[in-house]
């Protein structure tokens, strides 16, 4: 892109300004700006609040993804190459010298008055230029209706663990909308076709379009444009790169009607939606579209140089269009729109194909793999993708899924493996769940690998881990992360799966349930027994390293998770006890699973990421009106819910966003299961089949409906643990 339309720092004390170059290596290609300077001292300051004053933070500059944490005149000096790279050397330094920790799930700052000098220089260098974060379903997952405050702090956080190319979507609704008009849509059509924002993500995946939530408001269109462009700017700001969607194709209806010539191909079904059409990337209508979106998105958030495009995403159709061409002609318009833009493709299922790979120039594609940690067929990603840039990804939770784990012995194993090989075009690593703000000594471990060199020793760092989580040594901290590396951080890909197994508390009813969500494990990864140790390890921790949302959090998640995973073994006592026709036994065991979900809703109420309430609040807050604020609820309830349509549920996609809040275990989910035990009760007295439930129906109503829900948490944390503790000893 032109220099001109960039704002340029020529001058940066101690180093010139980083340069604009070509190609998937580079990661550092949009210059800073003048907001760039002093970005990290006030991302620190936001971070560490009055601490932060006793760092000085140097001029971004030095060797490229290089930081310097030292001790300098009885102060702490940080230095490197970018804002975000300085605040990974910060996070350094936090956890090995201050023994604090800031994650985007709890926190622990219990920092003394005066900041401890390090006693040596802390160096680090990012061993992969690419350091990719968030999945293109996070908008609908961890959060489409989040402010500009949740960013900010999302942001920051991602900048001190070391990313620096952040998955950016909001506001895509607004730049569709302006592109369409100028090619014979109506406002009312185009918004008409976009889906609120919390569905958002598979319209621009192109699996789906309008009605879900919609229309959209063009008040909606216009705060969303302007969250995305106070998104990228933070992002640039900080010395990371935003990755836009680009444009591959996607047409509204109609298209070759009010486009004379264009070729649209026919994209069929989804789960029940009509997936938007394809325009064929070849003719000079793509081109024309292409070059419009990509003025205009410039226009509404600033450059870029990463878009993110996944082509005939999951089931999409290239009918008479070969797919070589086709990808030649995306990266046509992305090219003569950007001459040093890069596409960054997801590594999924077949995707992407040799045809794409073989017909572009590898130097402007990036792959960011989401199988890497999930089959043992994949070995060889340089040949898979014949020498394209790769960065090593996982994707541990799907739809947002409260379970703890990952399979951290595969990332220890395979990404040093794999980026050591001789020829290697491993270039970077993805965090890619399909929600954030969860499971964070996952994201704490992940976000470590660029920066480690050779190996890592797993017992090690999940004993540093506790050190820094809780803010000092304590030998029952250390027993419990012990119990948790081996259990649910001890998975690996040997059984075919990457996430851990879901809770069937979240399952709609059945004798036979083996998991909430369709795709996700049908057994338990690791032993619950050996598990629930952990527990009793992290009750124990002595009373003073107990004050963080930090070791809430962990408490909350461990105590959580015990009782999810008791789900697995009580159910099968029910259904024997319902085949034997024993009615007491049956009657007893219901009330204990019914029990169980009370306390479990009771203990998930003391924190607040486990209110649904918040959740609904949040969309609520984003409506003009009475109307569009139940409109953005019902959106925001559907997709951890029902997802979508009748014909999609049935297909699998219910519940596929299940997770353990409160309001969803003591509502939607205890009143399914309540009023499934009654009708099995009455058959057995009765003799009879038990009936069939439209659960479907029940659900949707209870959207509509869902009664009051809390909006702020309640009760400690602590002592709900240990109510969960005593009642997983009596069984």
């Known amino acids: 892109m032109p220099l001109a339309r960039r704002t340029l720092l020529t001058a940066l004390a101690g180093s010139a300004a980083v340069s604009c170059t070509a190609g998937a290596d580079r990661a550092d290609a949009l210059p800073f700006s003048a907001a760039t300077v002093g970005a990290a001292a006030r991302a620190a300051r936001r971070l560490l609040g009055p601490a932060a004053d006793q760092l000085d933070f140097g001029p971004p500059g030095g060797a490229h993804d290089t930081y310097r944490v030292a001790a300098s005149g009885g102060r702490i000096r940080v230095t490197g190459s970018s804002p975000a790279v300085q605040l990974a050397g910060l996070r350094r330094y936090l956890k090995d010298v201050a023994h604090a920790n800031i994650s985007w799930a709890g926190e622990q700052l219990d920092l003394p008055d005066r900041l401890p000098l390090p006693a040596r220089a802390l160096t680090g260098h990012a061993g992969v230029p690419h350091r990719f974060v968030l999945n ?45 008009r100028r090619f014979g849509y109506t406002d009312a059509e185009l918004r008409a076709w976009i889906p609120s924002p919390a569905h958002q993500p598979w319209w621009l995946l192109q699996n789906m379009a309008g009605p879900a939530g919609g229309p959209v408001s063009a008040q909606l269109l216009a705060a969303r444009a302007r969250l995305g462009r106070r998104i990228a700017d933070r992002v640039r700001q900080l010395g990371m790169e935003p990755v836009f969607p680009g444009y591959f194709g996607t047409v509204p209806p109609g298209f070759a009607d009010r486009n004379p010539g264009a070729h649209v191909v026919p994209q069929g079904d989804w789960y029940g939606y009509r997936r938007p059409e394809w325009l064929d990337p070849r003719g000079r209508q793509f081109a024309a579209v292409a070059a419009a979106f990509y003025r205009d998105q410039e226009e509404l958030f600033g450059p870029a140089r990463l878009f993110k495009m996944d082509l005939l995403h999951e089931g999409g159709s290239a009918g008479d269009v070969p797919v070589g061409d ?45 199988l890497s940690d999930r089959f043992t067929s994949v070995t060889d990603r340089d040949a898979d993708w014949g020498g394209t840039p790769y960065a090593f990804g996982s994707i541990w939770n799907f739809g947002g899924h409260t379970v703890l784990g990952a399979n951290t012995r595969d990332w220890a194993e395979l990404f040093p493996a794999w980026r050591d090989r001789p020829g290697s075009a491993l270039r970077g690593t993805a965090l890619l769940p399909e929600a954030a703000d969860n499971n964070p000594a996952a994201f704490e471990l992940f976000s470590e690998l660029a920066w480690t060199d050779g190996a890592l020793d797993l017992k090690s760092w999940f004993e540093a881990y506790a050190v820094a989580r809780y803010g000092g040594r304590d030998a029952r901290a250390v027993a419990a992360w012990d119990v ?55 009750l124990a921790v002595r009373s003073g390293l107990r004050g963080s949302s930090a070791y809430r959090t962990d408490l909350l998640d461990v105590a959580r998770q015990a009782v999810s995973n008791r789900s697995r073994t009580l159910l099968p006592r029910i259904s024997a006890a319902y085949e034997a026709k024993d009615a007491a036994g049956f009657d007893r065991l219901c009330a204990d699973w019914l029990s169980l979900m009370t306390l479990l809703d009771r203990l998930l109420a003391t924190d607040s990421r486990h209110l649904l309430g918040r959740w609904v609040a949040e969309a609520r807050a984003w409506g003009a009106d009475t109307a569009e604020r139940n409109r953005l609820a019902q959106d925001a309830l559907s997709i951890v819910t029902v997802w979508g349509t009748r014909s999609g549920a049935a297909a699998g996609l219910h519940d596929y966003a299940n997770r353990e809040w409160a309001g969803l275990v003591g509502g939607l989910y205890r009143k399914r299961w309540a009023a499934y035990f009654t009708e099995l009760r009455a058959a057995l007295g009765a003799g009879r089949a038990p009936g069939k439930q439209d659960w479907y129906a029940f659900d949707s109503a209870w959207i509509r409906d869902p009664g009051a829900l809390a909006t702020r948490p309640s009760g400690s944390t602590y002592d709900l643990a240990v109510q969960v503790r005593d009642r997983l000893r009596r069984g």
Do not use: C
Request: hydrophobic share 40%.
């Open 484 to 538: 948790l590396r081996r259990t649910a951080y001890g998975t690996t890909r040997a059984d075919e799966w990457a996430e851990g197994a879901d809770g069937l508390f979240g399952a709609r009813p059945s004798l036979k349930a083996v998991s909430a969500a369709t795709w996700s494990p049908k057994r338990l990864r690791y032993d619950a027994g050996e598990f629930e140790k952990a527990l009793d390890h992290l």
């Open 136 to 180: 293109d379903t996070n908008d609908g997952y961890t959060g489409a209706y989040h402010d500009w405050a949740y960013w900010e702090r999302e942001l920051d956080v991602l900048a001190l663990h070391g990313f620096n190319e952040v998955f950016v979507q909001a506001g895509a609704d607004a730049l569709y909308h302006r592109v369409f």
């Open 326 to 370: 086709a990808a030649r002609g995306v990266e046509r318009g992305l090219r003569d729109a950007r001459g040093d833009a890069v596409w960054v493709i997801l590594g999924w299922r077949h995707n992407p194909p040799r045809a794409i790979v073989d017909a572009i120039d590898k130097r402007h594609m990036l792959v960011v793999d989401g």
